[in-house]
């Protein structure tokens, strides 16, 4: 049985401001965000997602020399193989509550059971120092899993983080950001659950980071803010004929 953690709760948005016209919906917890990524990941195996090729450019200095990683809510891997395949050295834990996940991950063809272990834990319930040694981390890369989680649990899950980053360990960050053009998509439709984080139509949730609150967040777990930005692409889709603004936010954060 998993240790339980605890920690006092980070108010996610001034309630007094959230508009009187949006009707909210009911958020069913952890245990259904769970059902929700077992059924995508059934539906669309590893098909979804394209490998993240993207993050050696802005964080490659990271990964340089032996060093052990840790990708908090893998899915099929399009965060960690790549950085397996350009990085030898790296030894990666791999961890995501879905259990197809972690499947798709140990039947890769590039899985090396030497370099990945690859395991189910749901991060914002189980204690992670249960699957790997406390303070025995030096990178933690966050691609946007906590965008999947409702804001209440966010805060845990900073702090069980925390807990297997050795100290001057870093998080990397990325997600989607506020105002990006899938969020006013999910507002129109209605798909609001509390401000800025909503149900999409396969199930499963999406949260819309600004570089305050998500400062605020690391800052209270006693993290150190060393790089957030913003940054945008106009996407245009011309069999739609529509032109999108999508909005991302990265970052890095450090445990004194
Ligand atoms: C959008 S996917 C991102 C996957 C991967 N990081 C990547 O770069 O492709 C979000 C992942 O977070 C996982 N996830 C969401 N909440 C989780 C939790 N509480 N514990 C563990 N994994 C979680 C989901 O199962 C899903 O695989």
């Given at each position: 049985m998993a240790a339980a953690i605890s920690v006092t709760p980070l108010v996610p948005y001034n309630r007094k401001r959230r508009p009187s016209a949006v009707k909210?919906?009911?958020?069913?917890?952890?245990?259904?965000?769970?059902?929700?990524?077992?059924?995508?990941?059934?539906?669309?195996?590893?098909?979804f997602f394209k490998d993240r090729h993207y993050l050696?450019?802005?964080w490659g200095h990271y990964f340089c020399h032996p060093k052990v990683l840790l990708e908090a809510?893998?899915?099929?891997?399009?965060?960690i193989f790549p950085l397996a395949k350009k990085y030898p050295q790296l030894y990666i834990h791999a961890c995501d509550f879905s259990h197809h996940a972690?499947?798709?991950v140990k039947s890769h063809p590039n899985f090396r059971k030497d370099q990945i272990n690859v395991f189910v834990c749901n991060i914002a319930e189980e204690n992670l120092c249960d699957h790997?040694?406390?303070a025995s981390v030096d990178i933690v890369t966050l691609v946007f899993t906590l965008s999947a989680v409702s804001p209440e649990k966010m805060p845990i899950i900073i702090q069980n983080l925390g807990l297997v980053?050795?100290?001057?360990?870093?998080?990397l960050f990325r997600d989607y950001a506020i105002g990006d053009y899938a969020q006013t998509m999910l507002m129109n439709k209605n798909q609001v659950i509390s401000e800025n984080f909503y149900f999409r139509g396969d199930g499963t949730c999406s949260?819309?980071?600004?570089?305050?609150?998500?400062?605020?967040?690391?800052?209270?777990?006693?993290f150190v803010v060393v790089d957030v930005n913003t940054y945008n692409k106009e996407i245009i889709?011309?069999?739609?004929?529509?032109?999108?603004?999508?909005?991302?936010?990265r970052a890095v954060f450090r445990r004194p």
């Open positions: 909210l919906r009911c958020y069913n917890g952890v245990e259904e965000d769970r059902k929700q990524w077992e059924k995508f990941y059934k539906r669309h195996q590893n098909k050696e450019k802005d809510g893998c899915g099929a891997g399009n965060t972690v499947t798709l790997i040694m406390p980053l050795k100290p001057n360990g870093h998080v949260y819309y980071f600004s570089e305050d609150f998500l400062s605020r967040l690391f800052e209270r777990a006693g889709n011309r069999a739609r004929n529509i032109t999108m603004q999508r909005r991302w936010i």
